[in-house]
Structure formats: C-alpha cells, structure tokens
C-alpha cells in the first residue's frame, strides 16, 4: 500500500549549503532524507515531515530496499554515479564491504540496491539537491513494504 503523497528526497549533507554551491559541486558521498518539501534548509528540523533513509534487507533476500527510519539512526552515505544510486556495505552475513547498485526503476515497485553490475540508470538531481527519477522529482512514493516497513518506491 503506497502514501499517494509525492515526496521528495534530498541530498542531506548538502542541506547547509547555498543552493548555488550545490548545483555546482555535487558531493561524492552524501545521505538522503525524505521530506514534503522541495525546499533545502540549512538544519533538517526545518523540513516537513522530514526522515532519514537507510537500506533495508528484508528476510535476507539479495537486494536491499530503502526504507525511512528516524534522523541519525544506522545512516550510510550514498553516492550517485552513471545515474545510479550507490551504497557500500555489507551484504547480510558478510565481512567485506561491497558495492551496491540501484536497479531499474519500474512502476509502483520499490526502489531496490544490487550487489549485480547494472546499467546506466535514470536517477540525477534537480537543483543538485533533489534525486529525480527520469530526470522527475515527482516519481517518489511512501510504500509500505515487507515486514509492515515504509518503503521508497518509484511511481514513474
């Protein structure tokens, strides 16, 4: 069941940054938030309704979800490259870290990391603060997903 609610996901280690400066250095690293607005804030208390994200292995399956979770707790830094998102860590049960991937977005599925090589993705920033999903700011849902957990989920 997703929240038809459009929310937006914004790059968080930039928030304290002049929206000029983030659209001319984009970071290497940085976490995400969602939120209901489309404004940055120099302090994330200022968003609305605003949560962290972190990835999420449901009954240890092979990908990774990404799930909202309250600020500061378990966050990674993602970073964005031939328009995927990327993340690393461990895999369940595993000692190295490795690199996790963003699949191909469908529709109405959840946004989902791959340990697998994948191809050059549809993810970018608007504004070099808010993830767009085929070049979109639209494209993002609240789903609840397994295990009863808040999901993001593309509704491109």
């Not at 659209?23 to 609305?48: C, D, G």
């Not at 490259?81 to 860590?89: A, M």
């Amino acid at each position: 069941m997703c929240n038809l609610n459009t929310i937006s996901i914004l790059l968080a280690s930039t928030l304290a940054l002049s929206t000029t400066a983030i659209a001319a250095t984009v970071p290497s690293s940085f976490y995400l938030v969602t939120t209901t607005s489309r404004n940055s804030a120099h302090n994330t208390s200022h968003l609305n309704n605003v949560q962290a994200v972190t990835i999420f292995d449901p009954l240890h399956q092979a990908n990774y979800l990404i799930r909202t979770e309250d600020l500061g707790y378990g966050q990674q830094p993602f970073s964005l490259s031939n328009g995927d998102l990327t993340i690393l860590t461990s895999p369940p049960f595993g000692t190295q870290e490795v690199i996790y991937t963003s699949l191909p977005l469908e529709n109405n599925t959840p946004l989902q990391l791959s340990q697998d090589a994948q191809p050059k993705g549809k993810l970018s920033l608007v504004k070099g603060y808010l993830l767009a999903a085929g070049g979109s700011i639209d494209n993002w849902s609240l789903c609840t997903g397994p295990l009863e957990q808040t999901v993001v989920s593309t509704n491109q």
